[in-house]
């Protein structure tokens, strides 16, 4: 009989999970995540053993729209993948959005919720994607002042109970443009009765069946610009799930997150809530995409840490030149590279989880409410594009059964890539860090972090990692005295900056993390993480060339 591969297999994602263990040992109290763990390893336990084996076995299905019934009345029905199907009350069930909102958890809310995110990402087939605007649209509602919408939704958004719970979407895209929402041409009128109708069409409405959505329009009257724009609340359906004054165009066909299903609509007179005034709506939104940029940085570390799992498993059982692949010196080399890059962006986006927690109890200071400013943006572009630079070398640790569908790796390689484009691809949130330093005052909160996490780093073979980290701090205070003179200097180098503070500060967290794995478990692993990713180098600064990069990005000689 010819050789048959054993495919990889998934063990209890909690239970074979280092790192996610080890930081909630460490940053949650013994007597709360006591209480947790149950549900953490039962999470861990279906994410490996059900939903994975179910979507592998489904790879192939997608959410398919039907715009007419059979008597020809105009229905715009999504028809979901099964998965999809199960997932509100799944979601509702392990409180996937409530926990983060749980008050009697205080500041460590959000670590435990995201725990859970985490677990739960890679097996969803991007259900997190609703999950992470209902999230935000909860946030923003929170924040508004607006009574009778936060009486009306947030309690649903928050909802344990599957026959309550709602999610959210979030219409901001047009054509006229992703991040740069000033050029919205979607207006809102009031009708007789003074309630306001939006007409326009959205260019991107991902998760088109949640049950509510927020969205920006321009009031009648407005002049143009961002500062001018209004956000709204929309209840899409009526009660027999017929869209309100809403026409589905067509679901759009992706380069990944498949079984998303992602709209172009048009909304003709759509009755619609104004959240707050008929002005600024898009500050307004800034809670919400605040957490909606965490929520994409710990769908990065899943989709990595997944694909890692399964390349460390395959590694085991697939044997090439007379041994395993795992006992091979340079096949451990990239697994060992994978990791290092895997546990210092684990620790990057977990420390922001850990700060958000922080600021919404009001636990934080205000260098601490500034660096959560600062690192919103670095954890989204740099936990963003380690996973798809990381999930493209998985692919290869499988060789040809990478490249082959319904082994689930072409999958996680396709959704990875969504992640840098999502809430701001990784200029525009370069461009964010630049503004936000300006506001801030600079890098104060992030030196102030690099010094407290490093003080306690006293062990010798820790200190290259840590005079590596003085160093580039050292460097990136200079960098920015000698390009921030001017606009163009500064914005042609800022993904270069934005990227080496994300790349610095994780060595710092990674380094406390060692500390603490040797002193109390004598677990030499995350101190070869953090050799190895001091290795990769942390320093991305680049001197701006502009009139340089227009030639060439142009190609143009005159």
């Keep these: 009989m010819s050789f048959i591969q054993q495919p990889p297999q998934l063990g209890n994602q909690y239970a074979d999970d280092r790192m996610l263990r080890a930081l909630l040992r460490r940053a949650v109290p013994r007597d709360i995540l006591a209480v947790h763990e149950k549900t953490l390893a039962e999470l861990g336990e279906r994410v490996a053993h059900e939903w994975w084996p179910q979507q592998l076995d489904a790879w192939a299905d997608e959410p ?14 999504v028809r979901l993948t099964r998965f999809w199907q199960q997932a509100p009350a799944i979601a509702a069930g392990y409180g996937l959005v409530a926990t983060g909102y749980d008050a009697g958890l205080g500041e460590h809310a959000r670590t435990l919720q995201f725990a859970r995110v985490y677990l739960f990402h890679a097996s969803s087939e991007f259900y997190t994607c609703p999950l992470a605007m209902t999230d935000g649209a909860a946030r923003c509602l929170i924040d508004s002042g607006n009574a009778r919408l936060r009486e009306r939704a947030v309690p649903r958004f928050l909802s344990r109970d599957p026959a309550l719970f709602w999610t959210s979407g979030q219409w901001m895209t047009e054509t006229s443009g992703g991040s740069d929402v000033g050029g919205t041409e979607t207006t809102a009128k009031q009708d007789g009765q003074g ?3 939006l007409s326009g069409r959205k260019w991107f409405t991902s998760a088109v069946v949640a049950d509510a959505a927020l969205t920006l329009a321009r009031p009648d009257g407005n002049g143009a610009g961002a500062d001018n724009l209004a956000l709204f609340y ?28 992602t709209a172009e609509i048009r909304l003709s007179g759509t009755p619609a809530e ?4 008929t002005k600024r709506g898009v ?62 962006m684990f620790e990057l986006t977990f420390h922001a989880v850990e700060l958000l927690g922080r600021v919404e109890t009001r636990r934080a200071d205000a260098d601490g409410e500034h660096l959560l400013r600062l690192l919103t943006p670095i954890v989204k572009l740099s936990a963003s594009k380690v996973a798809v630079a990381g999930l493209s070398e998985i692919c290869e640790c499988f060789g040809g059964a990478g490249y082959i569908e319904d082994t689930g790796i072409p999958g996680l390689v396709r959704d990875a890539q969504v992640l840098p484009i999502w809430e701001g691809t990784t200029n525009v949130l370069s461009l964010d860090v630049v503004r936000v330093l300006g506001q801030i005052g600079g890098l104060a909160p992030w030196l102030s972090a690099l010094r407290t996490l490093t003080a306690r780093a006293t062990r010798p073979e820790l200190e290259p990692a840590v005079r590596l980290v003085r160093d580039t701090a050292t460097r990136c ?11 163009d200097e500064l914005q042609g180098g800022a993904r270069g900056l934005a990227l080496t503070l994300g790349r610095t500060l994780a060595l710092a967290l990674l380094v406390r993390q060692a500390a603490h794995a040797l002193a109390t478990d004598g677990d030499p692993r995350p101190l070869a993480a953090v ?9 991305l600064l680049r001197q701006p060339g502009n009139g340089e990069a227009r030639m060439l990005a142009s190609d143009v000689f005159t």
């Design 234 to 261: 929309v209840e899409p359906r009526k009660s027999d799930g017929r869209f309100r004054n809403i026409e589905v165009d067509r679901l759009k066909p992706k380069l990944g997150t498949k079984k998303l299903p």
């Design 477 to 487: 205070g200079e960098w920015l005295a000698q390009y921030s003179k001017t606009m």
């Design 283 to 344: 500050r307004m939104i800034t809670p919400m995409l605040n957490i909606t940029r965490i929520w994409t940085a710990i769908g990065a570390i899943a989709l990595f840490r997944r694909g890692i799992a399964l390349a460390r498993d395959y590694a085991t059982r697939r044997v090439a030149f007379g041994m395993p692949l795992i006992d091979q010196p340079l096949h451990a080399e990239t697994l060992a590279s994978l990791q290092a890059e895997l546990e210092a």
């Design 531 to 539: 050799r190895r990713f001091a290795r990769h180098g942390i320093d």
């Design 195 to 197: 309630r306001w109708r």
């Design 274 to 277: 104004i959240v707050g005034e």
């Design 64 to 77: 398919e729209l039907v715009h007419f019934d059979p008597y020809g009345n105009r229905i715009d029905h």
